[in-house]
């Protein structure tokens, strides 16, 4: 589905494209017990935790890495 195909989201606002978003991203999380990611979520994931296992000072924290986007802006 593309955008194009349904017209009346481009006479919507901005603030009322941005509500819709939110509209559409909270009934997907209503049916996350039906989504299926691909199994190599599964293996990245578990190399994930392994690492962190390895060492928990690996990586930055939200706080950090947020701080560091907004002064990039």
Known sequence: MKLADIPQVEQLSVSEKVLLVEELWNSIGDQADRLNPPRWHDHV?????TEYGKDSEIGSTWTDVKR???EES
């Open 68 to 70: 560091r986007i907004t």
């Open 45 to 49: 994931l578990a190399e994930d935790a």
